[in-house]
């Protein structure tokens, strides 16, 4: 149980391009998601928590237009990252709850490389 | 903020040792959790920790959630070639109605290298 997937698990984009990266929960409704980003050997950054229905709250120093979060159902979550720059290039991992506040379960992770 | 120290950065052991690696918190926290990370992979949840004081096993894993709540450390005995990754603590703010509440605070990490 407690199974979350991410879609792509590595994509390449072009500078100037928008990319969307899926999070989906395949056994349980997810409440929660939350957005992260890993750069190499370091510890994942919480971007932003998303609850079903309403809108993505943002931790401090995340660009909200820039990634863009939508939790449109309880098993899906969408991570919209706008106008990639290279320096957006990262591992973007997503996680999800079913009931808050207690253990979160991850995806794979998306590499995302932006040309 | 919220600052979660891990200790050791990297071990580098030979298989079959024994390995401990412990978390450190300026802060308090209900729950403690213990993730592996594997190369290109998401963290894998390996042990939760809901009380203070809790000592909890998992195979050949063992965690325990310090008695201030400020802390935990996580054993792996007779460690074994696929036990290599990053090892992540993490707390969770429960607290009702804070701007932490449900997020999770992680370690640095500790790389583990286990050799044959």
């Known amino acids: 149980g407690a199974v979350v997937s991410q879609h792509p698990s590595w994509v390449i984009c072009k500078s100037g391009t928008s990319v969307k990266i899926e999070c989906r929960s395949l056994?349980?409704?997810?409440?929660?998601m939350f957005w992260y980003r890993q750069f190499p050997k370091q510890s994942l950054m919480l971007m932003a928590t998303?609850?079903?229905?309403?809108?993505?709250?943002?931790e401090q120093g995340v660009e909200k237009d820039k990634f863009l979060i939508n939790h449109a159902s309880l098993t899906l979550s969408t991570l919209t990252v706008t106008s990639a720059h290279p320096e957006d290039s990262s591992f973007y991992i997503c996680?999800?709850?079913?009931?808050?506040?207690?253990?979160?379960?991850f995806g794979p992770g998306t590499r995302l490389t932006v040309t | 903020g919220q600052q979660l120290n891990q200790s050791p950065q990297s071990m580098f052991i030979q298989e079959g040792e024994d390995v401990s690696m412990n978390c450190t918190s300026s802060?308090?926290?209900?729950?403690w959790l213990w993730y592996k990370q594997e190369p290109g992979e998401g963290p894998v949840l390996l042990i939760a920790?809901?009380?203070?004081?809790e000592l909890t096993s998992n195979g050949r894993l063992t965690a325990q959630f310090g008695i201030t709540r400020k802390d935990s450390f996580l054993n792996i005995s007779a460690s074994i070639p696929s036990d290599v990754g990053i090892y992540f603590c993490?707390?969770?703010?429960?607290?009702?109605?804070?701007?932490?509440?449900?997020?999770?605070?992680f370690g640095q990490g500790t790389i583990l290298t286990v050799h044959p």
């Open positions: 998303s609850n079903e229905g309403s809108k993505a709250t943002y």
């Open positions: 056994d349980f409704q997810a409440t929660t």
């Open positions: 920790l809901y009380k203070a004081g």
């Open positions: 802060s308090i926290f209900n729950t």
């Open positions: 993490a707390g969770l703010s429960s607290r009702a109605g804070g701007t932490s509440y449900g997020k999770l605070t």
């Open positions: 996680s999800a709850s079913d009931r808050a506040p207690y253990e979160q379960y």
